[in-house]
Nanobody, 121 residues
Framework: QVQLVESGGGLVQAGGSLRLSCAAS????????MGWYRQAPGKQRELVAT???????NYADSVKGRFTISRDNASNTVYLQMSSLKPEDTARYYC???????????????WGQGTQVTVSS
């Protein structure tokens, strides 16, 4: 799979902000979509936000109006700006890339190792 490296997680108070970054390594010719998912202890992994190569975004209802996903195609990086954070946003956040084409291979789905976000009340 494509190597995805996340950064930017941490501990923040409720109402605060964090910015997550996910950089895809290597030469990326194109991708279908990249996004962020999260998984809290004892819960299933859930979609947070995605962005297609054309720039179309999709958000979970729980984060609409608070989170913004964006991308920099030149650096193969996707960002998640999180504002007005709530304790229920506490989870491990995973970067995802779908349909990535490199000069030598096509990858269906790739995941990063995740970055922890903890929001204190």
């Amino acid at each position: 799979q494509v190597q995805l490296v996340e950064s930017g997680g941490g501990l923040v108070q409720a109402g605060g902000s964090l910015r997550l970054s996910c950089a895809a390594s290597g030469t990326i010719l194109r991708f279908n979509a990249m996004g962020w998912y999260r998984q809290a202890p004892g819960k299933q992994r859930e979609l947070v936000a995605t962005i297609t190569s054309g720039g179309t975004t999709n958000y979970a209802d729980s984060v609409k109006g608070r989170f913004t996903i964006s991308r920099d195609n030149a650096s193969n990086t996707v960002y998640l700006q999180m504002s007005s954070l709530k304790p229920e946003d506490t989870a491990r956040y995973y970067c995802n890339a779908d349909g990535v084409a490199t000069p030598t291979q096509y990858y269906g789905r790739s995941w990063g190792q995740g970055t922890q976000v903890t929001v204190s009340s």
